[in-house]
């Protein structure tokens, strides 16, 4: 079976151009996670590269299928030179190993969470995960291996998180286009929430 993870970057490059950075990280038991940065004016794009290797499992299955299963990357966008979002790889890299070391699946709708800031001095300690197509395209691979799917995460401080799994992701997903919120200012306020 072929290997992923060049497509997977192939297609990155092609929607997002040429990355101007890019950080590994190994945590213990898991295999390897990139992350690729891209510069486009003033939005600076994270993506991840290593998740989709294998697919994501139910965890409650008794046997992982190497095979079939969501596959997804994990992307990123935020406005540059507002706060030092460059140190947000590791936590990116984190929230792309869950798969492998909690048995997660992250699908659109989800929350993650790091536990602590995103990167020194954010508001944020979490991401909604968004529905994917928008600014990469699914790739799509041989059968039976299911599509790459690239997912965008939506930073949410921590009222916004009590309030979404209260009302749910869409009602959240409303309540910032109602406002206006520009969810890419990495140092944004909370949107009201009454």
Known sequence: MADVLPLVEARLRTA?????????VTFL???????LRFQEGDIVRYATLGMSAHPMTDPTAVVADPVKGPRAELVLSVRTGRADTGKVLRPLAVLAASPQV???????????DVGEPLWPGAPFTSVLV???G????DLELDEPLDPVRFLPLLPMTPNE???KRVHGAQALQER??????????????????E
């Open 130 to 132: 968004a529905e994917p």
């Open 176 to 193: 910032w286009l109602n406002q206006g919120t520009d969810l890419r200012d990495p140092s944004r306020k909370s949107v009201p929430l």
């Open 134 to 137: 928008g600014l990469v395209e």
């Open 102 to 112: 909690e048995g997660l699946v992250v699908a659109p709708g989800a929350s993650l």
């Open 16 to 24: 997002l151009g040429e990355p101007d950075a890019r950080a590994a």
């Open 161 to 163: 998180a009590a309030w």
């Open 29 to 35: 038991g898991t295999d390897r996670i990139e992350v």
